[in-house]
């Protein structure tokens, strides 16, 4: 059983920062695992915001993807040392405004499947991030 515990959200003002983290509870990521965030704001569906899918090939960082909305904002990585998937958020907007959720599948998805929530065995409970204007 995989259980994926979120951190770091909060409260900042546009153009701030905020880190989130994601830790795994009892197993280590894997190599092979893909690992994505998702958001979901008051009244709107889940959506799509980062994920890494590790190759062998890059065992330190992976295939990387973000919504073009966060892209050049949002940054994902491994922390390999915390065993952490981290998600830094650059250049905040009211509309970064969510439940930021974790996401993990104990395997290589397809790129088409990076996206699809469905995708994912395993959820973190969510944490929330609010930006003021």
């Known amino acids: 059983q995989v259980q994926l515990v979120e951190s770091g959200g909060g409260l900042a003002q546009a153009g701030g920062s905020l880190r989130l983290s994601c830790a795994t509870s009892?197993?280590?990521?894997?190599?092979?695992?893909?690992v994505g965030w998702f958001r979901q704001a008051p009244g709107k569906e889940r959506e799509f915001v980062s994920a890494?899918?590790?190759?062998?090939?890059?065992?330190?960082?992976?295939?990387?993807y973000y919504r073009n909305s966060v892209k050049r904002r949002f940054t994902i990585s491994r922390d390999n040392a915390k065993n952490t998937v981290d998600l830094q958020m650059n250049s905040l907007k009211p509309e970064d405004t969510a439940v930021y959720y974790c996401?993990?599948?104990?395997?290589?998805?397809?790129?088409?499947?990076?996206?699809?929530?469905?995708?994912?065995?395993?959820w973190g409970q969510g944490t929330q991030v609010t930006v003021s204007s």
């Open positions: 996401a993990a599948y104990t395997g290589r998805l397809i790129t088409s499947s990076v996206g699809d929530g469905d995708r994912y065995s395993y």
């Open positions: 009892g197993r280590t990521f894997s190599s092979s695992w893909s």
């Open positions: 890494i899918r590790w190759t062998a090939a890059n065992r330190s960082g992976g295939d990387l």
